[in-house]
């Protein structure tokens, strides 16, 4: 069994530890009150047995909180003071330096917190290490000087999740879409250089991917760009194209025909556009931001955001080829095409592209292809869009995420009276632990209720020192963001300050744990009829709450669906902390991700994606919703059925396949998940039995996004768990 210690590295259980500090503090106490060394041995013992129970390694301070309560419950009271005495006294000299020992740990590579911390970064790797490192500083200065000391124990104790403390320090926002159109239009600044407005696509693909980097070491969130900011530059290249030909038929003498001039025409520029979306896939994917990780990247791919008929064609020419070049995947270091993590596509499916006959079904199958080998695209209904992204003036809007799941609001500019999403941004988000209310209530209804306000208060004030965090900050601290077009225009040395008011930005109430919620509430699962009643309550009144908080503050507040991702496991062990191992609520060691069924749970996919529709129109600040499936590769006409129910029944979903390979012995196919003698979850290869994770390649989506560099021992217990719905 092993350990977490303070610093985030493992260690070997040992029970002579747990013996010597209790005989300390034993000796340290008047003879008479003293207990025998059998006494001694069998609080060590029960000590051990419950850390085994646990399921998972326990931490230091959970373990030493399990000696207490054994040293009580022996009624050695004298004993359970001095040794309390000195913990407290450690802690004291622990909290004159609360960094050293974790920026140590994380150089020497075994901070296994750190480790499993994001999916998609290398702790091993030097740019990681030091963005985690500065993480840690901006951690432990966030802690101790910025935020409200209310705010920092609810976090510590898992009661709320103030996100991204290690960016706190730093005046930086969430999320955002950026005005690609803008800045390759009107030009850009890129590290001091001017970039104007690109002649060719191929070029305008170069200059995007720079955009993107920039964008990325710039804020710490997800970003999505759309591919019809591109589509206009196809017909740049068309022209520029068609003139290179004309001259060379005149140079060679050859009489001039307009079909073969268009034939050649086209031939090039499918060309170009291939090396283009080349350029976009392979930059993305190599390229390493500041933050250490590749870019969070969406693409999205909307033909209806064509502005022509010719424009469309375009668009559509550049969705094939990024389908086409995404089913073929990237090339591992031994050479084997595999399932990179980025850019993260979405596809909207629509009237003219969801039915076999319409003019872009060829592009709907060859996207569902795609997502039954790499896992994406996902897929946003414009149908179901339309009629929940509705705008003052009445009218419905079909765009993408902020990166994964997290959707702006629908906003009017009052400048120019249109709809506007490109340029706006997430201010950031705070998650409520749902579970933890409905166990701090004791199944009281209306301390239920009484509790929850309590704690959504709490949030409300910790989400306005994020606001309070980003308020003054001058746009010359992200040139790029606020000064260059990707979120604005703004003049040098100008606040942002009016671009977080008035609903341009959001700023976002998370939620986990509706599922445990209502299970402990109700002794049923919130997709049990008689449960679902008190869930679309809970969903309701979070709604009520930000709607209360914009018309206090002129700021968007909305819900949203919190992708926990090593969230997950210090949530559970927090309730396993504060409440017990309660069957059926906190015996995993992750809880469900914002309002999903669990992943246990035996149900079909339509049915699933029926239910889950309402609470996604509940979660308008992000939500997403998906269907594990087996290998669709050889049913491509299911994975379709699924996309049509998608744009019958709900705006925004995903399917969940598997795409692994082992190194070793050149198994492709499903990298299983197992115990190892100490209890610890670990991959292994069906065929070799390879676990080694430096030898294989391992691709599962946990919180919308695919990642590819593993997962803490809940979220990776949380994927073992899954059923399949198909």
């Not at 003879?31 to 419950?50: C, G, H, N």
């Not at 935020?147 to 104790?157: I, S």
């Not at 720079?210 to 206009?232: F, R």
């Not at 992204?389 to 500019?413: A, I, Q, W």
Request: hydrophobic content about 35%; glycine content about 6%.
């Amino acid at each position: 069994m092993k350990i977490i210690k303070r610093n985030g590295s493992e260690a070997v259980f040992n029970i002579e530890k747990i013996v010597m500090a209790v005989t300390k503090a034993n000796e340290a106490v008047d003879e008479k009150v003293r207990m025998t060394p059998l006494q001694i041995q069998r609080i060590s013992q029960s000590v051990e047995i419950a850390c085994q129970e646990m399921g998972r390694s326990p931490s230091v301070e959970e373990i030493q909180d399990l000696v207490e309560k054994a040293i009580m419950a022996h009624g050695a009271f004298e004993v359970a003071k001095e040794y309390i005495t000195y913990r407290y006294t450690r802690s004291l000299l622990r909290q004159s330096n609360t960094t050293d020992d974790r920026i140590l740990s994380l150089i020497e590579c075994n901070n296994e917190e750190v480790k499993q911390e994001n999916a998609n970064k290398n702790p091993t790797i030097n740019a990681v290490q030091r963005d985690y490192m500065a993480g840690e500083v901006s951690k432990d200065i966030t802690r101790r000087l910025l935020l409200p000391k209310e705010v920092v124990d609810a976090h510590e104790a898992g009661i709320i999740h103030f996100h991204d403390s290690d960016y706190y320090a730093q005046h930086m926002h969430n999320c955002d879409l950026v005005n690609l159109e803008d800045m390759l239009q009107n030009g850009t600044v890129i590290s001091g250089t001017l970039i104007e407005k690109p002649h060719s696509f191929s070029t305008a693909c170069n200059i995007a991917t720079q955009i993107i980097a920039q964008v990325a070491s710039n804020q710490y969130g997800g970003q999505s760009i759309s591919l019809t900011h591109l589509a206009p530059f196809v017909q740049v290249s068309r022209e520029k194209i068609r003139k290179s030909v004309e001259k060379e038929m005149r140079d060679f003498g050859i009489a001039y025909d307009e079909n073969a001039v268009s034939k050649v025409v086209e031939g090039r520029l499918r060309e170009e556009v291939c090396r283009g979306v080349q350029t976009i896939q392979y930059q993305v994917v190599t390229l390493m931001t500041t933050n250490g990780q590749a870019p969070f990247i969406t693409v999205f791919m909307y033909l209806n955001e064509a502005r022509n008929e010719q424009e469309k064609k375009d668009l559509a020419m550049i969705i094939e080829e990024t389908l086409r070049q995404r089913y073929q995947g990237v090339k591992n270091e031994k050479g084997v095409w595999i399932t990179p993590a980025f850019p993260k596509l979405i596809y909207v499916l629509e009237e003219d592209n969801v039915r076999e006959g319409t003019p872009y079904f060829y592009l709907t199958r060859l996207a569902a292809e795609c997502t039954a080998k790499r896992m994406v695209p996902d897929y946003i209904s414009e149908k179901k869009m339309l009629e929940l992204k509705v705008d003052k003036n009445g009218e419905g809007h079909c765009y993408t995420c902020m990166g994964c799941r997290s959707f702006l609001t629908p906003y009017v500019d009052p400048e120019t009276g249109k709809p506007k999403y490109y340029g706006r941004f997430n201010q950031g988000v705070v998650t409520i632990n749902l579970v933890d209310v409905a166990l701090s209530s004791g199944r009281d209804k209306k301390k239920f209720w009484e509790i929850f306000d309590e704690r959504l208060e709490l949030c409300h004030r910790a989400l306005m020192c994020r606001h309070e965090r980003l308020k003054g900050t001058l746009s010359d601290a992200a040139p790029i963001l606020w000064q260059y077009g990707a979120l604005a225009r703004l003049d040098k040395g100008e606040p942002i300050d009016k671009l977080l008011y008035g609903g341009y930005s959001t700023i976002s109430l998370g939620y986990a744990g509706l599922y445990e919620c209502v299970k402990y509430m109700t002794g049923k699962s919130h997709t049990d009829a008689e449960a679902k009643p008190f869930a679309l309550e809970v969903m309701q009144h979070m709604n009520d709450a930000c709607k209360g908080w914009k018309a206090e503050h002129n700021i968007d507040f909305s819900l949203y669906g919190t992708p926990l991702e090593s969230t997950t496991y210090k949530f559970a062990k927090c309730l396993q902390n504060r409440f017990g191992v309660i069957p059926g609520i906190t015996d995993k060691n992750y809880i469900t991700n914002s309002y999903h069924v669990h992943v246990s749970e035996p149900i079909d996919a339509f049915t699933k994606l029926s239910f889950e529709a309402e609470f996604q129109q509940l979660s308008p600040g992000g939500a997403i919703s998906y269907v594990e499936v087996p290998n669709m590769q050889q049913n491509i006409d299911a994975v379709l059925e699924v996309m049509r129910f998608i744009y019958d029944h709900i705006m925004y979903a995903e399917l969940n396949t598997k795409s692994d390979y082992c190194q070793i012995c050149g198994f492709d196919g499903e990298i299983e998940i197992q115990e190892d003698e100490d209890g610890k979850l670990v991959w292994r290869c069906p065929q070799c039995g390879n676990t080694d994770q430096n030898k294989m390649n391992v691709a599962r989506r946990t919180c919308g996004y695919i990642g590819t560099q593993y997962w803490n021992q809940g979220r990776t217990q949380e994927i073992k768990d899954r059923v399949l719905h198909l």
